[in-house]
RNA sequence: GCGCCCGUAGCUCAGUUGGAUAGAGCAUCGGAUUUCUAAUCCGACGGUCCCAGGUUCGAAUCCUGGCGGGCGCACCA
């Protein structure tokens, strides 16, 4: 439908499939490469696989080949150097194909419709009612946020759920404390704070009180067995307290939710499930509380608990509860759960339960870890007050780029709208910034660094690259073009070119940091290629080629930070 | 004790399904602005790719065994 990148794609097709004709290689059975330097030629072919099959000499065998390609392929030139045969496409092809291509794409460009009737499901977020959210819950909001954008951007169709954490047996120790202590806190201006506090101070009382973990057991079991009485009365209302602290978080990170449903959505549910399972035989009684054994899938593998020995339920309970929901409604081509990693075992119980049970979608069901988010002095715990309030955070990112703007801009018209994009944006940047499986070190003077590998400087690039754009007189980007003055350029091109297939790839890896990357890399090359070739003011063929590259370049950075989530400035 | 994840420059990290001389940012040092935003650019310095075997024409990448760090291991989520 869309030319989704197709000039590139094109140009590599065309080498592809002369290489298949001239070797008989099956298709697919290779793939080209790109050459160690970017002199040597815009993509590469490895001989050493040919000279295996025909027991030849990889650089006569390039050499020869290199040869027969020049001979059918047009406007690509073909090199061998050593064992390799380098391509390089002719360079008025590649940046009359590529910019038009993207520029009449614009903001789709690197869409494309192959997600077509297929949907994914993504958990993201999903904070615990009562507790603030922390820098911790920062990471599954914007990855799962910037993986279901990718998603969105291939024709998928994309559910975002929030699955709050709004149930299980710390409400029962919640409620109790609020109504031991619940009149010694204010609970209406700050009620985030005044709930933690509870929280905190329960946990220290509770060792040598045990009337309170009996209060807190007896809670959790009355909210359990549906009744509508004082103890669900308290759960309501802190949970609308903190969902309106959540969601003033949200709107700054520009995250909306298709579904908010918190694990209390599936009560009703919760019964049903556990017939399911019992039906399906894998369940047994162990020490008064049903469980799936998973020693099939190793000795040391613990059972997963369904049903604990008072008759509450668990945590895996709901989540299996959620799945099956989730396949009724969607029949999802993915179910993404962006959590944590130090949850690993939990989904893979999760997944072992599915799998006895012979539910045949169990593969599309996957977890989507992160590394944990730590402070230099040790893991965070909300309990020990060990924590990075996320408001905070993004509080002093923003007024950090205020600082700066009024040093370095301070005529900046909305000059306050613009430190919110830029400090909120550098936080999620560094947030997606790193392969998402890597603990993160909290430090501050890197999350309130603006220059560099950071948000700020590819927001920056893309303020660049639209005040030359806006300082052309109207027109001078439709003159025609003198391709020859983009003939030292083509690296850049190339990068523009790898667009589409980088939000592919990084969709399939439910990996934001591909993009982030590759937006990195990109900025650095067009801030490299601003200081090199002036646009304004030069013969207009000249003037409209450099016009048009830095048009398809603004495009494509404007369109990454959007898919990271992150606002991109028309000055700052 | 067992399982899973991570280990690349002083620090933080990239490194395409195994391919050519392992790359960025920060920090340090030296340069660049009469001209499109210096939140920038150019250069220098900086490496036993944790260690030891193995597979391969070829290993930072795959396999095995160690070491170091993180996380987890039935009635929390």
Avoid at 126 to 142: C, E, F, Q
Wanted: hydrophobic letters at 40%; glycine letters at 8%.
């Amino acid at each position: 439908m869309f030319a989704q990148g197709r000039a590139v794609q094109e140009f590599i097709a065309s080498i592809e499939s002369a290489i298949i004709a001239a070797t008989g290689l099956e298709p697919g059975s290779f793939s080209l490469e790109s050459p160690r330097k970017a002199e040597l030629g815009d993509f590469a072919f490895p001989c050493f696989l040919l000279a295996k099959r025909d027991k030849g000499n990889p650089a006569q065998i390039a050499g020869k080949l290199a040869e027969q390609l020049n001979a059918s392929l047009e406007g690509i030139q073909a090199t061998a150097t050593g064992p390799y045969i380098n391509f390089q496409i002719d360079r008025s092809d590649l940046a009359r194909s590529l910019l038009g291509s993207i520029r009449s794409q614009g903001a789709l460009y690197g869409n494309s419709e192959e997600g077509r009737g297929q949907t994914v499901v993504i958990d993201l977020s999903s904070p615990n009612i009562a507790k603030p959210m922390s820098v911790g819950h920062l990471r599954s909001t914007v990855i799962g946020a910037a993986i279901q954008r990718l998603h969105d951007a291939l024709g998928y169709q994309t559910v975002g759920i929030n699955h709050i954490g709004d149930w299980g047996s710390q409400f029962g120790k919640l409620v109790a404390a609020v109504d031991r202590w619940g009149g010694e806190v204010d609970l209406e201006s700050d009620p985030i704070k005044a709930l933690l506090e509870l929280y905190v101070r329960y946990h220290n009382e509770e060792a040598t009180d045990p009337s309170l973990q009996d209060a807190a057991r007896a809670a959790f079991q009355e909210l359990e067995s549906g009744k509508e009485g004082h103890v669900r009365a308290v759960w309501r209302r802190l949970t609308e307290l903190s969902m309106q602290e959540f969601q003033r978080t949200y709107e700054r990170l520009h995250v909306h939710f298709d579904e908010i449903r918190g694990e209390s959505f599936y009560e009703d549910h919760l019964g049903p499930i556990i017939e399911r399972i019992v039906q399906s035989g894998v369940t047994e009684e162990s020490e008064g509380a049903l469980i799936v054994s998973l020693k099939e899938f190793g000795e040391n593998v613990p059972p997963c608990l369904l049903r604990k020995s008072d008759g509450t339920t668990l945590y895996a309970t709901r989540d299996l509860a959620a799945a099956f929901h989730r396949w009724e409604l969607y029949h999802f081509a993915r179910c993404l759960y962006v959590v944590g990693g130090d949850q690993r075992l939990h989904f893979q119980q999760l997944k072992y339960v599915l799998q006895r049970m012979g539910v045949e979608w169990e593969p599309k069901v996957e977890h989507i870890a992160f590394g944990m988010m730590r402070l230099p002095e040790g893991k965070m715990s909300t309990r020990k007050g060990q924590v990075v309030f996320l408001e905070d955070v993004l509080d002093r990112a923003v007024a950090e780029a205020a600082k700066i703007i009024a040093e370095k801009n301070p005529e900046l018209a909305n000059s306050a709208e613009v430190a919110e994009q830029v400090g909120v944006g550098a936080v999620i940047f560094n947030d997606l910034k790193r392969e998402r499986v890597k603990d993160i070190e909290f430090v501050w003077s890197e999350v309130l660094s603006f220059e560099g590998d950071t948000g700020p400087y590819v927001q920056y690039t893309h303020a660049r690259l639209l005040s030359i754009l806006t300082k052309a007189d109207a027109g001078a980007i439709d003159a025609a073009p003198d391709w020859s003055a983009l003939a030292d350029s083509a690296g850049l091109l190339l990068t523009l070119g790898q667009f589409p297939g980088v939000i592919r790839k990084a969709a399939t890896h439910a990996e934001p940091s591909e993009v982030t990357q590759y937006l990195l890399g990109l900025a650095r090359e067009i801030n490299s290629w601003i200081a090199a070739n002036r646009v304004l003011g030069q013969a207009p063929g000249v003037m409209a080629a450099r016009l048009q590259l830095a048009d398809a370049a603004r495009i494509v950075l404007h369109k990454g930070l959007a898919l990271l989530g992150v606002s991109a400035p028309e000055s700052m």
